[in-house]
């Protein structure tokens, strides 16, 4: 029995460490943009992609299924950056939002229509801790580290849209490049995740830290211990409990940032440290 857990808890703790490092790099960019919504854009159109394969009889979850999913994401993240209402009539965010409304209705349409449709759904919020394997971590590992490789390289590029938009040649084309490496870590983790916690995992632990720092090496390492401890509590309620693992997940997360709030509430910035130190 204990072997077993070791088994479960060792694939389980190695795709959580892997998945929040770049996860909470790109949770910054979105934060400090406040394109708060396009994470849940893209995550909901790789839901929806993944239903249009179930739809043309490919599994869902399995590797067929990424397809789909890619090109659905491709699509949103187009639209992501191309539409950028100019002046105040229109922010950018109600329109990020009502692509999500529309994501989410499409994938509810086609999951009327397909047998068991309400099952994909559901599955497609809440993910499931049965299809995490070594195979998946190892996959899921070698595309994170090319992305994060790709970062590296244009780090600058990328902090500049967060910090001096105005400096940046072809925002579009760098928004869009952001908008498609966020849709490819996406497409990887819902199928596994679900939508909601996919959501938390990019956005938690990058809120979190963002209220207490904006170095950006800095957010990333305490982003990281903090959404992994907090995953870590989730998972242990979902595994013991028999909890759903994406609410759970979530639950967790969401509990650290309340708390997070607390102290930033109890401890205003020039009271901390730690907040101090410039970019």
Sequence with gaps: MT???VRFFS???ALIAVVLVLHTYIGLHIIRRTLIFSDLVLDQLAAFGAMVGVALGVEYGTAGSYLPALFAVLFGALLLAWIKPKGQAIPREAVIGIMYAMALVASLLLGDKLRGGGTYVTKTLAGSMLWITWPLVTVTTVV???ILIFHFKFHRKFIDLAERPETVNNEKFWDFLLFVTQGII???IVPIAGVLLAYAFLMIPAAIVAMFTKKWLLAVVFGWTIGFLACLIGLCCSYFLNFPYGPSLVLSLGL???LATII?????SNKMGFVKGGE
């Design 3 to 5: 072997s077993e857990i």
């Design 256 to 258: 650290f940032f309340i």
């Design 11 to 13: 694939v389980q703790v």
């Design 264 to 268: 930033r509430c109890l401890f205003p």
């Design 186 to 188: 996406t497409v990887l």
């Design 144 to 146: 994170y580290i090319l």
